[in-house]
């Protein structure tokens, strides 16, 4: 939630020139949120641990694969958005990421915008921002009902909170500046070391 906010105070620009995709991805990764967090109540998330290793690496692969954009902007281009079957892929993908960060979370962010870098017409600084928002949203959505249904640690959310929303307000700001590609480079090695420790955790420990 303080990611969102420092994030959302920080990507004014980004957001208000894109408002009808931030609406689109908003109402998507909630409708997910709410079902993930419903299921997080009935089932643990321990129960997803051993798949989450994959989730990320593929997170990982899409970013890489996302930088074809560089040499061809724009996997999605204004005639191809066209297709109804490439925007349901695209809607559905959003979709699943969240229903997977209302319910277990880890690395949630990665996926989502590993996804909205290859199937939005913007460029990364904006799909990071319409990240951030989105996770603002559906963490808003999902800690409401994570009070009603189980406990929550509330002295871990201060500290954690103030850190959240200085890096989500900086975050913006190095994104703007630094060039695109190696930027995705190391969005992607990031992603391949957490799917590592996850999986060396998940499975071996």
Known sequence: MFTGIGSGISSVTELKSHKEDTIRVSILSIAGAVGGSLLLTLAPASTFQRVV?????????????????DSKPFLFAKKQSQSLLKSFLANSAILLVGIYGGYFGAAAGIMLLSILSITLTAPLPVSNAIKNFTSLITNLIAIFIYTLTIKVYWLMVIPMGIGMFIGGYIGPIIVRRVPTRPLRICISVAAFCLAGYLFYGAYFK
């Not at 989730?55 to 970013?63: D, E, N």
């Open 53 to 69: 290793p994959l989730f990320i690496f593929m997170a990982g692969c899409l970013m890489l694969f996302s930088l074809r954009q």
